[in-house]
């Protein structure tokens, strides 16, 4: 079941700064942060200001416009978090299946050493 925009969702409430976050990097329609439970030395979450579930949500809804300065803003992210040498992962958890726990579309960056195989 798709389910409609919850504004109370903890990362809408990152975005008013109504809870605090360690920013790494802001513009007009992208918010990058560190995640708060990090997974690897570089733990980096993106996400765009509009007020999208998902993936799915997001690429049906945005505008080109916004689509592409997010994906550009992940890259210029990861490339800010001194990645783009090593290599890195982007992981996007989509829905019920996915394990998405936090209901505003969010693309991961982890890196800073070796990572292992993805799981399936
Ligand atoms: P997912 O929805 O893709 O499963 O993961 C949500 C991610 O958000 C998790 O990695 C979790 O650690 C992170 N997270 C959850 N709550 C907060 C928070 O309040 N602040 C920050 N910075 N990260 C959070």
Same mark, same amino acid.
């Given at each position: 079941?798709?389910?409609?925009?919850?504004?109370?969702?903890?990362? $809408?409430?990152?975005?008013?700064?109504? &809870?605090?976050?360690?920013?790494?990097?802001? !513009? !007009?329609?992208?918010?990058?942060?560190?995640? &708060?439970?990090?997974?690897?030395?570089?733990?980096?979450?993106?996400?765009?200001?509009?007020?999208?579930?998902?993936? *799915? !949500?997001?690429?049906?809804?945005?505008? !080109?416009?916004?689509?592409?300065?997010?994906?550009? #803003?992940?890259?210029?992210? $990861? $490339? *800010? *978090?001194?990645?783009?040498?090593?290599?890195?992962?982007?992981? $996007?958890? &989509? #829905?019920?299946?996915?394990?998405?726990?936090?209901?505003?579309?969010?693309?991961?960056?982890? #890196?800073?050493?070796?990572?292992?195989? *993805?799981?399936?």
């Amino acid at each position: 079941p798709k389910l409609p925009y919850d504004d109370n969702n903890i990362f $809408a409430k990152i975005l008013r700064g109504e &809870i605090p976050s360690k920013k790494v990097y802001e !513009d !007009d329609g992208i918010y990058a942060f560190h995640d &708060i439970n990090p997974q690897a030395p570089v733990h980096v979450l993106v996400i765009p200001k509009g007020r999208y579930v998902s993936w *799915m !949500d997001f690429t049906e809804k945005a505008s !080109d416009g916004e689509i592409a300065q997010f994906i550009r #803003g992940v890259g210029k992210v $990861a $490339a *800010m *978090m001194g990645l783009t040498d090593d290599g890195y992962r982007l992981l $996007a958890n &989509i #829905g019920q299946h996915g394990h998405q726990e936090v209901p505003h579309l969010h693309v991961h960056i982890f #890196g800073g050493r070796q990572l292992g195989a *993805m799981l399936p």
